[in-house]
Nanobody
Framework: QVQLVESGGGLVQAGGSLRLSCVAS????????MGWFRQAPGKEREFVAA????????YYADSVKGRFTISRDNAKNTVYLQMNSLKPEDMAVYYC????????????????WGQGTQVTVSS
């Protein structure tokens, strides 16, 4: 079992930055691939970014590529999402997720989820 707790969401103006954090507890963090997903009101949950167990491989949705950076610190059991140049369309609840084994882009592949953190971007 893995417990995930996100933090770092908030209100930011368009063009601004936020850094989300997700702290994991339970099974060894370094054995899990981690992902960030988001869900806006009335929309399906969508993939944002993912990182493999070592941090050596990262993957991004086209909509955030070049603006968002996913990273992890296995010593701190934490995965981060640095979000720069935020746009109103980035506004959503952001979730981190964990899965054993290889990285995936689909939400159904992830076994564990955090409670989410709200990101609001004002235009």
């Amino acid at each position: 079992q893995v417990q995930l707790v996100e933090s770092g969401g908030g209100l930011v103006q368009a063009g601004g930055s936020l850094r989300l954090s997700c702290v994991a507890s339970g099974r060894p963090f370094s054995s899990y691939a981690m992902g960030w997903f988001r869900q806006a009101p009335g929309k399906e949950r969508e993939f944002v970014a993912a990182i493999n167990w070592s941090g050596g491989s990262t993957y991004y949705a086209d909509s955030v590529k070049g603006r968002f950076t996913i990273s992890r610190d296995n010593a701190k059991n934490t995965v981060y999402l640095q979000m720069n140049s935020l746009k109103p369309e980035d506004m959503a609840v952001y979730y981190c997720a964990a899965k054993p084994g290889i990285v995936a882009r689909t939400s159904g592949a992830y076994d564990y989820w955090g409670q989410g953190t709200q990101v609001t971007v004002s235009s």
